[in-house]
């Protein structure tokens, strides 16, 4: 099994079930695992099809998309 990285959900079901899309990505920008809202965002037939596709791993303004997860987490939590 793939080791989550820190700022996903240590639940493996919860983020196989989720209805929002994830993807796994690589340092290179390779993707390493999705679920199953994300084959249906990306019309994937399978995971092969999305499977070492290359993405961006960073948000338009140069932010690390897993930085920027957890900086708005952190913002939703301290605001309620």
Do not use: W
Request: with cysteine; charged share 20%.
């Amino acid at each position: 099994p793939l080791l989550l990285p820190p700022c996903m959900p240590a639940d493996r079901d919860m983020y196989a079930n989720s209805s929002d899309p994830m993807l796994i990505v690589g340092k290179s920008g390779r993707i390493l695992d999705c679920n199953g809202a994300a084959l249906h965002l990306f019309r994937a037939r399978s995971r092969a099809d999305l499977i070492n596709r290359r993405t961006r791993v960073s948000q338009p303004g140069g932010t690390v998309s897993c930085t920027q997860r957890l900086t708005i987490a952190v913002r939703a939590e301290a605001n309620g």
